[in-house]
């Protein structure tokens, strides 16, 4: 047979494949640009109402990611770089309640947690701190210091390792008997001063220690302090 | 052995009014003195006055720890004044023949500290530590009201004789003293809440002590020198 039509016979064929490879490079995944980056806003994964986590969330001045179990959008606990002296400095905070927040720092020279308590620990270039408030060990490299008052005596466990306290005693006494506030778990290192409240010299001396007290005796009759910081050992 | 008399029972305060500087709020700890005399050392120089200082808190933690009851606050104080035991380890304790008799009577009791012991054998342990204290080494025993009497009278003799030199009038002194001289003490009924959640407290934390680690903190490197014979 011979064709009258200028196509070759299996044309549709062809026209076929030409529409395909034509869709092909036409559609969406291969023409437009990867989907490596969003500059419109926020990316918010999860529902609304539900469990969210927010990649630079409106109102953040550093890039963060924030986490809220409720969805509800208020107080979130949050991943932060902050900006440092030519490097990046990372936090974690808490959400905040009554006013308080904890965090977490972590810089090169540097590792602290505050808590939004008062409680914090600081690992820091030159020097550690451990503590609560005003009240803290210091770390140096060489030395170390403790700011703040140490905790009265009269109410510390059998297994306490310091027993700070004082005395004050008028009258006509020569002698004391300071009971610990526990039979103590192991023997005791009585560190004792005392102070005189005529201002006047006299001997004294610790007459007897033991896990249970010690005694103290001095020679005149008069109004004294005795200072004491026992160690068990 | 020495007789010492307990005179007067008394709690600690503050000197003088206002706000003291504490730590914490609630680091207030009471405490109490035990007045004592003891005749025999009484020199013209030296009254023979000795005042025993004792945080309340020991009082619950003999309950809770040694099976005080807490209702028996006159024998806790009573085996407490008496609990002068010293540890055989301590090489001055037996330059003192009291302590070493102290010592030689208690050596076959149990350490009353050891968790292993029932309550109340940890109890009966520290009554016949006191009571080997108050055998061999000393005692402690009550005024007799008489002579409690006549203490305060004597000091309010004097408080008068200083009130008329000054020319100040003062209140009646006509005081009273009470049947025991550990009234101020005995006065307020231990706290048995406190006792019950103190031994519990001891008792969790002993329950995360590691035994192995109690025992390598008792053992000290030896530091005494010149007792040999």
């Known amino acids: ?233 | 052995m020495e007789h010492g008399l307990i005179y007067h029972s008394e709690a600690s305060y503050s000197f003088q009014h206002g706000p003291e500087t504490r730590a914490d709020a609630d680091d207030v700890h009471p405490m109490w003195g035990i007045h004592l005399h003891y005749p025999d050392r009484r020199t013209d120089t030296d009254p023979g006055d000795h005042i025993a200082i004792l945080p309340h808190a020991r009082l619950e933690s003999m309950a809770a720890r040694f099976g005080f009851d807490p209702d028996e606050a006159d024998v806790i104080v009573d085996t407490l004044l008496h609990l002068r035991v010293p540890s055989p380890d301590d090489p001055l304790a037996w330059q003192d023949p009291g302590a070493v008799a102290v010592m030689q009577t208690i050596a076959d009791l149990p350490d009353p500290g050891d968790p292993r012991l029932p309550y109340e054998t940890r109890r009966e342990v520290l009554l016949a530590h006191a009571a080997a204290v108050r055998e061999h080494a000393y005692t402690l025993t009550p005024a007799s009201l008489q002579d409690r009497q006549g203490a305060v009278a004597a000091r309010v003799f004097d408080l008068a004789a200083q009130a008329e030199a000054l020319g100040v009038q003062i209140p009646n002194l006509d005081i009273a003293v009470p049947d025991t001289p550990l009234a101020a003490i005995l006065a307020v009924r231990l706290d048995p809440s406190r006792v019950a959640a103190r031994r519990a407290r001891d008792e969790w934390l002993l329950q995360r002590t590691d035994s192995a680690q109690r025992a390598a903190a008792a053992k000290t490197g030896p530091r005494v020198f010149g007792f040999a014979p």
Request: aromatic share 10%; net charge negative; with cysteine.
């Open chain 1, 1 to 233: 047979m011979i064709s009258s039509s200028p196509f070759p016979d299996d044309y549709m064929v062809r026209l076929r494949a030409v529409e395909l490879e034509l869709k092909q490079i036409r559609t969406s995944l291969n023409s437009r640009p990867a989907f490596n980056r969003v500059e419109s806003g926020p990316l918010v994964v999860g529902r609304t109402g539900s469990r969210q986590i927010t990649l630079n969330p409106d109102g953040a001045t550093n890039p963060e990611i924030w986490l809220d179990p409720d969805g509800s959008g208020t107080n979130p606990t949050r991943v932060v770089a902050e900006a440092g002296s030519g490097e990046a400095i990372l936090k974690l905070y808490s959400g905040t309640s009554g006013g308080d927040q904890s965090t977490l720092t972590l810089a090169s020279d540097e590792v602290s947690m505050e808590s939004g308590g008062g409680s914090f620990a600081f690992w820091g270039a030159d020097e550690a701190r451990f503590g609560f408030g005003g009240n803290y060990f210091r770390f140096g490299q060489n030395i170390c210091r403790h700011f703040g008052q140490w905790d009265d005596f009269a109410s510390l466990p059998s297994n306490a390792g310091l027993l700070w306290g004082s005395v004050t005693l008028g009258g006509s006494f020569t002698g004391a008997t300071v009971f610990y506030p526990a039979s103590m778990d192991s023997n005791m290192g009585p560190i004792v001063g005392l102070r005189s409240g005529t201002g006047a010299s006299m001997a004294w001396c610790i007459t007897a220690s033991n896990t249970s007290n010690f005694e103290i005796r001095w020679q005149t009759a008069t109004s004294v302090a005795i200072y004491l910081c026992s160690f068990r050992h």
